[in-house]
């Protein structure tokens, strides 16, 4: 059974700050996708890891998969307060119809 | 990225009555899914909806408390039954394009 573990589920950054966001995963997937979540919002796709190695960024935001590692991660650069969210990610269940599993979330909030 | 629909956006009912929750996408799809949040939880996958035959459903979610319709390759319909407070959640559908897994903006259900 796929279980996803993301850590830390509270973070509490000040401006200018990097972080990093973990996410492991217990059996093989060959993708991985990030998610940001406002506040009584939906789910905005942030980033699909699609390879071994992948990397990809969108501003401060970097992330990148290790599929032999099972991990992959989010690495925050310089946080400003717009960053504010819940972000999650969720693993491609394999041979199950394409679903996702998801973490638990990790809730960041950036303060001056 | 895609335009996925869901409606009502949200709605306040009495227990024992029944929902049902729409979910449109801009283009054709095999499967679709209905995720649940809890407030201040992550994802749960309730069911894949599949065209042309019956939605599969994770453990812990059955057809006759969440009966889900696929009559075509771009809609869904997720019913709520004989609902209780602990139905009380945000219900969400996806669907998995080639870009990514997409949501829609999310029903938020309380149960009174």
């Known amino acids: 059974e796929l279980k996803v573990e993301q850590n830390p589920l509270f973070l509490s950054m000040q401006e200018g700050k990097n972080y990093t966001i973990y996410c492991n995963y217990s059996?093989?997937?060959?993708?991985l996708y990030w998610y940001r979540q406002d506040p009584g919002k939906s789910l905005e796709s942030l980033f699909v890891?699609?390879?071994?190695?992948a990397v990809k960024q969108e501003g401060r935001l970097m992330a990148s998969l290790d599929t032999k590692a099972r991990l992959s991660t989010l690495h925050i650069t310089a946080a400003v307060h717009d960053l504010s969210a819940t972000y999650f990610c969720?693993?491609?269940?394999?041979?199950?119809?394409?679903?996702?599993?998801f973490g638990k979330g990790t809730k960041l909030s950036v303060k001056p | 990225s895609a335009v996925i629909s869901q409606k009502p956006s949200r709605d306040i009912c009495q227990r024992g009555t029944s929902l049902t929750i729409q979910c449109q996408v801009d283009?054709?799809?095999?499967?679709m899914f209905w995720y649940r949040q809890q407030p201040g939880q992550s994802l749960t996958l309730i069911a894949t909806?599949?065209?042309?035959?019956?939605?599969?459903?994770e453990s812990g979610f059955v057809i006759d408390k969440f009966p889900i319709s696929r009559p075509n390759l771009t809609f869904s319909t997720l019913t709520v039954s004989n609902m209780s407070p602990e139905d009380s959640s945000i219900y969400l559908c996806?669907?998995?394009?080639?870009?990514?897994?997409?949501f829609g903006q999310g029903t938020r259900l309380t149960v009174v």
């Open positions: 996806s669907a998995d394009y080639r870009a990514g897994a997409f």
């Open positions: 059996t093989t997937s060959d993708r």
């Open positions: 890891l699609l390879s071994n190695g």
């Open positions: 969720a693993v491609f269940r394999e041979r199950s119809q394409g679903n996702l599993i």
């Open positions: 283009s054709q799809v095999t499967m």
């Open positions: 909806a599949n065209q042309g035959s019956e939605a599969t459903y």
